[in-house]
T-cell receptor, first 114, second 114 residues
């Protein structure tokens, strides 16, 4: 079964600073990979996804993520954080076969300091 | 506007009192699912439905029931709620069950069982 690890529970960055959120997965092959964002009181919104091809994927709101097969990682990055980026971020993996939807990590809460 | 609508958004109830959380989507999606979100655990799938009258257990189905009588609706039923079901619940829908199909999430229902 697939699993996802987000090692950072809580991260605080200053506005304008760069951001990297870590995600490691466990899966027998190359999974589908996703990053979702959850703003306070809101549902989850898809930021970006990786299925195949170019390992650097661009998403909405200026986010990007890089798939590294050798490290089983899919880290999320943003060059300059805005105060509105404060939210909880979830990495998720989806199996390429079977019935299944998504397996989520435990989330990373991002705080942005002025 | 494409959306997944959950009701209610907030609910406080007492142990043992049956309740239903409704979920409706307007995108003609085949696949719908329920997740619960708990601190440090991310989102875990409770039940899912591949289509009308087709439902199956997810990772944490104990204490929950679902039904799918119409394509657009997928209610979550707690026959006898207990305090360990206090959680944030999300309904999600996607065009089909494949993991590379984008999932759309409702805004969540915060349930407290006292």
């Amino acid at each position: 079964a697939q699993s996802v690890t987000q090692p950072d529970i809580h991260i605080t960055v200053s506005e304008g600073a760069s951001l990297e959120l870590r995600c490691n997965y466990s899966y027998g092959a190359t999974p589908y990979l996703f990053w979702y964002v959850q703003s306070p009181g809101q549902g989850l919104q898809l930021l970006l996804k990786y299925f195949s091809g170019d390992t650097l994927v661009q998403g909405i709101k200026g986010f990007e993520a890089e798939f590294k097969r050798s490290q089983s990682s899919f880290n999320l990055r943003k060059p300059s954080v805005h105060w509105s980026d404060a939210a909880e971020y979830f990495c998720a993996v989806g199996a390429r076969t079977g019935r299944r939807a998504l397996t989520f990590g435990s989330g990373t809460r991002l705080q942005v300091q002025p | 506007e494409a959306q997944v609508t959950q009701n209610p958004r907030y609910l406080i109830t007492v142990t043992g009192k049956k309740l239903t959380v409704t979920c409706s989507q307007n995108m003609n999606h085949e696949y719908m699912s329920w997740y619960r979100q708990d601190p440090g655990l991310g989102l875990r799938q409770i039940y899912y439905s591949m289509n009308v009258e087709v439902t199956d257990k997810g990772d944490v189905p104990e204490g929950y029931k679902v039904s799918r009588k119409e394509k657009r609706n997928f209610p979550l039923i707690l026959e006898s709620p207990s305090p360990n079901q206090t959680s944030l619940y999300f309904c999600a829908s996607s065009a089909d069950h494949r993991a590379n199909t984008e999932a759309f999430f409702g805004q969540g229902t915060r349930l407290t069982v006292v």
